[in-house]
């Protein structure tokens, strides 16, 4: 056995962190393509086929195409490193479903908010859950075919997006892109953990 081989032999395996991130946005905004198109494993999904019962509660005019929606979580996760796991878990978008948000953030390190160019409103109550909750987040604009470009400094100011939360473009459909948006969740939540633990505010338990 040569000596690199001895040294790999005699190392400590690394030990491996795991992270939970929610993946939150309005009703039809991309959030099971996202999870689904990154997820190592195979997502779980809790989608249903939208029904009459939901004409006049889920604006779907918007969405074209899209007959099926999320009415619990959808679930799944990715090695990001050697060490680092994400476990990722999407909400469900339509406001009657919120009362699971609060089960669904428990214990999770960030959020990632996606936003819909389209339907620019949808955007205001999921901003408005996670700032009150003070969970670290960013917000992602899903780039939706035919859907109007903005720049991001315009979509900044539309939906009063404070200067240090980080707002990116990304495809929810392509795995590195989703993948840029998972580490800047990642990053954003350690800086806001460092700033908080510099001002002497303590750690938050999950």
């Known amino acids: 056995m040569d000596f690199a081989s001895s040294e790999r032999a005699g190392a400590q395996p690394k030990e491996i962190t795991s992270a939970k991130i929610v993946v939150a946005g309005g009703f039809g905004v991309g959030k099971t393509t996202l999870v689904g198109a990154v997820s190592e494993i195979?997502?779980?999904?809790?989608?249903?086929?939208?029904?009459?019962?939901?004409?006049?509660?889920?604006?779907?005019?918007?969405?074209?195409?899209?007959?099926?929606?999320?009415?619990?979580?959808?679930?799944?996760?990715?090695?990001m490193a050697d060490d680092l796991i994400l476990y990722l878990f999407g909400t469900p978008g339509q406001t009657r479903f919120w009362f699971m948000w609060d089960?669904?953030?428990?214990?999770?390190?960030?959020?990632?908010?996606?936003?819909?160019?389209?339907?620019?409103?949808?955007?205001?109550?999921?901003?408005?859950?996670?700032?009150?909750?003070?969970l670290p987040y960013l917000v992602a604009?899903?780039?939706?075919?035919?859907?109007?470009?903005?720049?991001?400094?315009?979509?900044?100011?539309?939906?009063a997006i404070?200067?240090?939360v980080p707002l990116i473009m990304c495809d929810a459909r392509q795995r590195d892109s989703v993948k840029q948006?998972?580490?800047?969740?990642?990053e954003h939540a350690m800086r806001t953990l460092v700033a908080e633990q510099e001002r002497g505010f303590p750690t938050p338990v999950g």
């Open 181 to 186: 948006v998972l580490v800047g969740v990642v």
């Open 42 to 79: 195979e997502p779980l999904t809790t989608e249903a086929v939208m029904t009459s019962a939901g004409q006049g509660i889920d604006d779907a005019s918007k969405v074209p195409g899209k007959e099926t929606t999320t009415v619990a979580m959808d679930f799944g996760r990715i090695t």
């Open 141 to 159: 604009l899903n780039c939706f075919d035919g859907a109007p470009r903005y720049e991001p400094e315009e979509i900044r100011e539309a939906l």
């Open 103 to 134: 089960e669904l953030i428990r214990g999770a390190v960030g959020a990632a908010v996606l936003v819909d160019t389209r339907r620019i409103s949808d955007a205001f109550a999921p901003l408005d859950y996670f700032e009150n909750r003070h």
């Open 162 to 164: 404070a200067p240090h």
